[in-house]
C-alpha cells in the first residue's frame, strides 16, 4: 500500500536561510507526488507536482522538490525563507482512483 | 489556476439540524470531487469520493446515512451532515479533480467551519 512520511512535524528557520522539508514515500507503481501548502483557516494551494519527465520540478514562490527513485524521496526547498512561508505543508502521492494519501505535514515557522 | 469555491466557510448549527456545504469547480468540470475532514493540527482524513451521476464512495469507518454526498453536474457537489451533533464540529474541506491535467490533478476548496452546538 502507498504511504507517505514526512520527517519532522514542525521546522523552524530564520528569515533568509534555506528551507528542506522531507518527504518519503512508498508506491508500488510509478508515483504522482504533489506538495500542497496550508494557511490558517484555508483549504490548501497547490506547490507544485511530478508525474512524469524532469525529476527536479518548480512551483509557485520559489519552491521547488526533486523526485529521487532510488531514495523514494521527495523533498520540499527553498533557497531563502521569507517570512509569508509560513504555514503548513503537506506532501501527498496519488494512488488508484486518483486518491491523495497525505503525510501527516510540517508546520514551518520563519523567525525573523 | 484552476478554482474550486466551497459555501459556506463558516456555519453554526444547533445539535439535530442538517447542514449543507457546497463545492463547486469555477472554471473545469469535475467527474470526481473528493471530500475531506481535517481536525486541529492533524493531517486531511479522506471520507468519500464525488462521481458525477453515481452514488459516492465512502471509505471505511464513515457513516454514508449521516453524510450525505451528491455530485448531480460535473460543477457542483454537496455534503450534507445530517442531524449534527457537537462532535461532527470540524473543518470540511473538498477538492476537485481536473482530468485535463496530469496526474489528475486535485484543486482545493477554501474549506468550511462546522460548529455544532
Known amino acids: 500500500a502507498q504511504s507517505v512520511t514526512q520527517l519532522g512535524s514542525h521546522v523552524s528557520v530564520s528569515e533568509g536561510a534555506l528551507v528542506l522539508l522531507r518527504c518519503n514515500y512508498s508506491?508500488?507503481?510509478?508515483?504522482?507526488l504533489f506538495w500542497y501548502v496550508q494557511y490558517p483557516n484555508q483549504g490548501l494551494q497547490l506547490l507544485l507536482k511530478y508525474t512524469t519527465g524532469a525529476t527536479l520540478v518548480k512551483g509557485i514562490n520559489g519552491f521547488e522538490a526533486e523526485f529521487k527513485k532510488s531514495e523514494t524521496s521527495f523533498h520540499l526547498t527553498k533557497p531563502s525563507a521569507h517570512m509569508s512561508d509560513a504555514a503548513e505543508y503537506f506532501c501527498a502521492v496519488s494512488v488508484v482512483g486518483g486518491k491523495l494519501i497525505f503525510g501527516q505535514g510540517t508546520e514551518l515557522s520563519v523567525k525573523p | 489556476g484552476a478554482v474550486v469555491s466551497q459555501h459556506p466557510s463558516r456555519v453554526i448549527c444547533k445539535s439535530g439540524t442538517s447542514v449543507k456545504i457546497e463545492c463547486r469547480s469555477l472554471?473545469?468540470?469535475?467527474?470526481?470531487m473528493f471530500w475531506y475532514r481535517q481536525f486541529p493540527k492533524k493531517s486531511l482524513m479522506l471520507m468519500a469520493t464525488?462521481?458525477?451521476?453515481?452514488?459516492?464512495?465512502?471509505e471505511q469507518g464513515v457513516e454514508k446515512d449521516k453524510f450525505l454526498i451528491n455530485h448531480a453536474s460535473l460543477t457542483l457537489s454537496t455534503l450534507t451532515v445530517t442531524s449534527a451533533h457537537p462532535e461532527d464540529s470540524s473543518f470540511y474541506i473538498c477538492s476537485a479533480r481536473d482530468p485535463g491535467t496530469s496526474g489528475n490533478t486535485q484543486y482545493f476548496g477554501p474549506g468550511t467551519r462546522l460548529t455544532v452546538l
Open positions: 472554471d473545469f468540470q469535475a467527474t470526481t
Open positions: 508506491s508500488s507503481v510509478p508515483p504522482y
Open positions: 464525488s462521481n458525477e451521476g453515481s452514488k459516492a464512495t465512502y
